[in-house]
């Protein structure tokens, strides 16, 4: 079987499984990182969320093979890591602050986006406007739309 | 805002009933246990009222009362045991999908312990069969009825904790002060619980008395907590079913027919599935044909390169309007009441269509099915039946199967069913191996559960500034009751005051009224169509018989040239419902002038032991209607929401408000968005790209829950509480913003589809591969 390579949190993973397995399965069912969740599997309900250097990607919408060597994938597992000092990455101490999960199904990937949200507005000079809360595709079926908006408002400031 | 409302309130609850004592028990264990008696509860006072509109049946005993009775001959104990590190722990026999329940219980026990609540654990049980009714976690009646006995152990605990420090510390039980897990004598000397663990622990299990905190002293309950899992939720950490490493338990999907409900009759290339990569098994079963490998991707290629000769389901060629003629046939007359001299009728009718009601977390379950015992992982708020169906199904005695309760993500109904559960143990039994099942999204869609379709007529008739009379008769697909709601019912009959009527007919009576004098009230539900896999959906009929109600009632308000929020202060039923009313209209700023376009509407809404009121904004000009989104739904926009809550004691207002929120959300979807589409024997909508669940894009920029002070001294429900206001409140402002009375729910139900439908062969999508080019 063909063996994949990529980084996972910071370290190397090599993986043996059928080039077209999408990167959702790997990481859930071969690699027992199961904080990306399954909510479509065809990149609409976003709770896959996770980053692919740095970016916010959907792993259910890639192929295993599609990843080069030197890909760095971040999940919710890693994010933490990616943040300067030890605890959680301030934008989930905002998501705990705001108390915002509900059933919590949906808010790794919630966490996820909202860091990459932070880093593109940044990338274009700017800081976080309505619009871009209006644009966050995370569905939540619990609702905690409203705290959402204000934990991304609380993370970004303290990001 | 509410948080600071519900803590200035306690100084006015009134005097406090709860010093009478309580009767619990001290179990032989090795540590502290103490316990209670579920059926510990607030007794049914039938209230002395002299109304213009007689009290109806839900206003004297209502589905929370039925639920919480129902617990009381079983006679089963709660526990809180002490652990010799300090913490206690409590096994809650109901199931959490968000509602915050773990929480609010680890608040109760912390409260009457004097133990931080970050030393409360809260695990949910196994289903316990000897529990019989009291294992149902629906009708939003946990903490209604898990109030007083969680309370009585935890203060049990406490009692023993004390008795206990007084021998180490060689002081009067009297003089003691307990803190936070610490109690500490005059002198200063002090001991932790911890230590008193074992010393406290009973030989033998006997009857204590003991008296509850007094409401005015309550420093946790009423005071606003975050969730106890917060932190597991955002790191990943929070398990759930699809996330438990179950040896063997290896990735398994079903697949399912192109209509509704059809069987399969064989596999014509199994042979080829099976010698696919990663594939383990292929199985037909009685929903459809099950596939198990190594990874979910792997699955889902085999589901869809399955050949298989199908038996077409029960409502193969019907569509929408095929369902809505049968309504109408079974619609109920309408009685045309004898009217005085100037009386004047208004006469309403509306279609809610069918609506989806699943969570994000899709049907899941995890079956280890052996030839002498099962053991299934799911999450179930009815685990009782779904553990004698598991048996049932698979041939075996009760004692033989063990059902664990997982955390779910998100029920709103869903989870009151058991299906996957039953059907993992199915597969898991043909195929001799563990199973982690999984639906498709696009399987949770079109054939999971629904929220059934439904008429409701009203005709109300006034004369002056007097509303005579009030009809409202609903017409639904019958909703399935048979997660145990049912047996409850059977059992509770004798007591009901509703007389021998339907199961259905019996929640409705015991859920549905009217919270303003409008006269003679007569409300009646007939159902109709037993084909389709229904369900509740955050509530079964309030939503949709509020909506129609407030709708009304804005065209009776208009009728006699009031003003909506004037109306319903005035014909309001009590003064809960006027202050939640006044307060929405206050802090909302009803009646500022407006853009063309743009509106303000008002509605109320009780049940649960409770009153809600919401006003809000809507945008409904077509810049906003118009506004572009890639793959959803955009439509008019609501700007604000307002909502005053008064659920009688709010244990934790910081998750009423969470609950509250939520139930917006879906109020806004039910009103503009959101509904299944059947076509030709199945749903159209096959994934959230289709069926159009509240966005980020839909959501209110400005949202505000009030919590009101508390009015009763007793908690009321809160999970399903804010979708019927909300949804009614959306309904009235849109009529108001645009001069059109919306006839049909969700608004957009009969315009052109807004997405092209999904193939039903194969039943499952692919997932595409642009992940990495488009986010
Ligand atoms: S599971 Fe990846 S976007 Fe829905
Ligand atoms: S918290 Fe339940 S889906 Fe978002």
């Known amino acids: 079987m063909p063996k994949h390579s990529f980084l996972l949190n910071g370290e190397r993973v090599t993986v043996d499984v059928d080039d077209d397995v999408r990167l959702l399965w790997v990481l859930r069912d071969v690699l027992g990182v199961t904080g990306p969740k399954y909510g479509c599997g065809i990149n609409v309900c976003k709770a896959c969320t996770s980053h692919v250097n740095g970016r916010a990607f959907n792993p259910c919408s890639v192929k295993v093979s599609a990843l080069d060597r030197d890909d760095e994938i971040t999940t919710i597992e890693g994010l933490p890591g990616t943040a300067p000092g030890p605890g959680l990455h301030p934008m989930q101490e905002a998501w705990i602050d705001r108390d915002v999960a509900q059933c919590g199904y949906c808010q790794p990937g919630q966490v996820m986006a909202a860091v990459a949200l932070v880093r593109q507005v940044r990338r274009e000079g700017r800081s976080i406007t309505d619009a871009d809360l209006d644009g966050i595709r995370n569905i939540c079926r619990c609702g905690t739309y409203a705290r959402i908006r204000e934990a991304v408002r609380q993370g970004e400031a303290a990001m | ?775």
């Open chain 2, 1 to 775: 805002m509410s948080e600071t409302a519900a803590r200035a309130a306690r100084p006015r609850t009134e005097a406090d009933p709860g010093r009478r004592r309580f009767l619990g028990y001290l179990l032989a264990a090795p540590t502290l246990a103490a316990a209670a008696d579920l059926s510990l509860g607030t007794a049914t006072a039938p209230p002395a009222l002299a109304l213009p509109s007689g009290p109806q049946p839900a206003e004297v005993y209502d589905l929370n009362d039925m639920l919480t009775d129902a617990t009381r001959p079983t006679a089963n104990l709660i526990t809180v045991v002490v652990h010799e590190d300090g913490t206690a722990s409590f096994e809650l026999p109901r199931s959490e999908n968000g509602q915050g329940i773990m929480t609010s219980s680890a608040m109760l026990v912390a409260e009457e312990l004097d133990l931080p609540v970050s030393k409360v654990r809260v695990t949910l049980a196994d289903a316990r069969p000897e529990l019989l009714f009291n294992q149902l976690t629906g009708g939003s009646n946990t903490t209604i009825s898990t109030f007083t006995p969680i309370r009585v152990a935890a203060a049990i605990a406490k009692q023993e904790l004390l008795a206990a420090a007084a021998i180490v510390l060689s002081a009067e039980v009297e003089s003691l002060e307990a803190d936070a897990g610490v109690i500490t004598a005059p002198g200063g000397a002090s001991v932790g619980y911890g230590q008193l663990a074992r010393r406290a622990a009973a030989t033998s299990t006997r009857r204590v008395d003991v008296t509850l905190t007094d409401r005015a002293d309550f420093k946790v309950i009423g005071t606003p907590h975050n969730r106890t899992d917060a932190r597991k939720a955002v790191t990943g950490r929070k398990e759930f079913t699809l996330d438990l490493q179950v040896k063997g338990a290896r990735p398994t999907m079903v697949c399912r027919a192109p209509t509704l409900n059809g069987t399969p009759v064989r596999v014509r290339n199994k042979k080829k599935v099976l010698a696919m990569p990663g594939i383990t098994h292929v199985a037909k079963v009685s929903t459809g044909v099950a596939v198990r490998g190594k990874t979910f991707g792997q699955v889902i290629r085999a589901v869809r390169a399955l050949d298989v000769e199908w038996k077409d389901g029960p409502v193969a060629g019907q569509s929408d309007a095929d369902v809505l003629a049968e309504l109408r046939a079974a619609e109920l007359p309408l009685a045309v009441p004898a009217l005085p001299a100037g009386a004047k009728t208004v006469d309403a009718d509306f279609t809610f269509w069918f609506r989806s009601n699943s969570a994000l977390e899709p049907n899941c379950a995890i079956a280890d099915v052996r030839t002498d015992r099962a053991e299934i992982w799911a999450g179930l708020k009815s685990p009782i039946t779904a553990h004698e169906e598991i048996a049932t199904r698979l041939g075996m005695t009760p004692d033989q199967v063990t059902v664990h309760v997982v955390q779910g993500g998100g029920s709103f109904g869903r989870k009151l069913f058991f299906d996957a559960a039953l059907e993992a143990a199915e597969i898991s039994q043909k195929m001799r191996k563990p199973v982690k099942l999984m639906w498709h999204r696009t399987d949770d869609s079109r054939v999971g559960r629904t929220h059934p379709m439904a008429t409701s007529r009203i005709r109300a008739t006034y004369a002056g500034s007097e509303v005579l009379s009030f009809e409202q008769r609903h017409t639904s697909v019958v909703t399935d009751n048979s997660h145990g709601l049912g047996e409850l019912i059977t059992a509770m009959s004798a007591k009901l005051p509703v007389g021998e009527i339907g199961f259905a007919q019996t929640i409705f009576a015991l859920t549905q009224e009217v919270p303003y004098h409008y006269g003679l009230v007569d409300q009646q539900l007939d159902e109709t169509d037993s084909r389709f896999n229904t369900g509740s959906m955050r509530n079964i009929y309030s939503p949709d018989t509020c909506t129609a109600r407030e709708l009304v009632t804005d065209q009776l308000a208009e009728a006699m040239g009031q003003d909506a929020f004037a109306f319903r202060r005035e014909h309001a039923k009590d003064d809960r419902a006027r202050a939640v009313l006044a307060t929405v209209a206050e802090v909302g700023g009803w009646g500022r002038r407006m853009p063309a376009g743009t509106a303000q509407g008002i509605a109320l809404h009780k049940e649960y032991k409770g009153l809600n009121a919401c006003l809000v904004e809507i945008d409904c000009r077509p810049a906003t209607v118009d506004r572009p989104v890639r793959d959803g739904v955009t439509g008019p926009r609501v700007t604000k929401v307002v909502m005053a809550v008064d659920v009688g004691l709010a244990v934790n207002p910081r998750g009423l408000e969470a609950q509250m929120q939520g139930g917006i959300m879906d109020g806004i979807a039910l009103a503009l968005t959101s509904s299944l589409h059947l076509r030709d024997g199945h749903f159209l909508e096959g994934s959230w790209d289709n069926y159009f669940y509240t966005r980020q894009w839909n959501v209110p920029p400005e949202v505000e829950v009030v919590v009101m002070p508390d009015t009763t001294g007793e908690p009321g429900g809160a999970g399903e509480f804010g979708v019927a206001s909300t949804f009614a409140a959306v309904a009235c402002a849109y009529r108001r913003a645009t001069g059109r009375t919306p006839t049909e729910f969700p608004i957009n139900h009969r315009d052109p589809l807004a997405f092209k439908p999904k193939p039903t062969v194969p039943p499952i999508p692919q997932s595409p591969t642009n992940g990495l080019r488009r986010y």
